[in-house]
Nanobody, 121 residues
Framework: QVQLVESGGGLVQAGGSLRLSCAASGSIFRINAMYWYRQAPGKQRELVAVITGDGSTDYADSVKGRFTISRDNAENTVYLQMNGLKPEDTAVYYC???????????????WGQGTQVTVSS
């Protein structure tokens, strides 16, 4: 079994910072890309940032220059450093990992349970 557990969400004032973490555990052979998504009330889930297995990153235009995604491969953990937070960043943030549980098995996506981020104006 594979589990992804997010932490680090909370309530912060506009302009503040938060750091989200997502740790993957269980039967894992190799993790490929890791992602952060978010979903605001009444809106579709959207991709925020991605980091590939070799460390390449990409971001949604709305967070470029403010958010930084990183990973610790030894700990199977992905982070999202969020600076300059705005009220429109308020959402439930989810991590996703594309990983192999066995070398010979095709990779699949696993999701965390989400962590709430609320930015007050």
């Amino acid at each position: 079994q594979v589990q992804l557990v997010e932490s680090g969400g909370g309530l912060v004032q506009a302009g503040g910072s938060l750091r989200l973490s997502c740790a993957a555990s269980g039967s894992i052979f190799r993790i490929n890309a890791m992602y952060w998504y978010r979903q605001a009330p009444g809106k579709q889930r959207e991709l925020v940032a991605v980091i590939t297995g070799d460390g390449s990153t990409d971001y949604a235009d709305s967070v470029k220059g403010r958010f930084t995604i990183s990973r610790d491969n030894a700990e199977n953990t992905v982070y999202l450093q969020m600076n300059g937070l705005k009220p429109e960043d308020t959402a439930v943030y989810y991590c996703k990992a594309n990983l192999h549980v066995k070398e010979w098995r095709n990779p699949r996506d696993y999701w965390g349970q989400g962590t709430q981020v609320t930015v007050s104006s």
